[in-house]
């Protein structure tokens, strides 16, 4: 008896051993994945300085940014910077489906605000999940320094004024994408001088 309750713990360990591997696998695999959503390299503009630091939570998550060049608009850029509630694989697919479709409303020219409720008619109508999702927008038109942005309930992003040093939250009216159809969003405006400063950035 001793001898057969031990081949049985044994068998069941090998098993739970194997399990754990089968999903560490799972996890890297989706961990490339969605690193490869992300963008390679950081956009060359002259005048400007571009940097990302990003640090999932656990081996996948839910947040998000991307760089688009918005052709035949002066050489707009887009930024964009999203989070998706929850952690893990499942917040790493709605990541990626919610990344394709605020990306695919950017490059079609509309501005900061449409682009976000364009996304959120897409993926309500694509979406069966509980699942909600913040993102800012926004579009720099280099030669000028205006950057003109949206934010869909994601955190405020600082503008560090380099003359005076002030720091400021640029605040926009916006709710959380992915859970109603009629959201209300507004695009606001800022101008960069030499040495001033944005930092978007995800809780």
């Known amino acids: 008896a001793n001898q057969a309750a031990i081949a049985i713990e044994t068998a069941r360990l090998h098993s739970e051993d194997i399990k754990r591997l089968r999903m560490e696998q799972e996890l890297d695999i989706g961990r490339q994945m969605q690193r490869s959503l992300l963008p390679a390299e950081y956009p060359l503009l002259p005048g400007y300085e571009f940097g990302v630091l990003y640090q999932a939570a656990r081996q996948v998550g839910g947040d998000f940014y991307d760089f688009c060049r ?48 364009r996304a959120n008619e897409l993926i309500l109508n694509d979406s069966r999940s509980d699942v909600f999702l913040t993102a800012v927008c926004a579009l720099l038109t280099p030669q000028t320094g205006r950057l003109t942005y949206a934010n869909g309930g994601h955190n405020k992003p600082l503008f560090i004024h380099a003359a005076s040093g002030e720091v400021r939250e640029l605040a926009a009216r916006g709710i959380i994408l992915s859970q109603f159809e009629d959201v209300d969003l507004e695009d606001e405006q800022i101008e960069f001088a030499p040495g001033d400063m944005l930092i978007l950035y995800a809780d």
């Open 70 to 117: 918005v052709r035949g608009q002066d050489g707009k850029l887009g930024l964009i910077i999203g989070d998706v509630s929850g952690k893990g694989v499942p917040a790493a697919l709605f990541m990626a489906m919610c990344r394709t479709n605020i990306r695919a409303a950017v490059l079609s020219g509309r501005s900061p605000s449409e682009a976000l409720k």
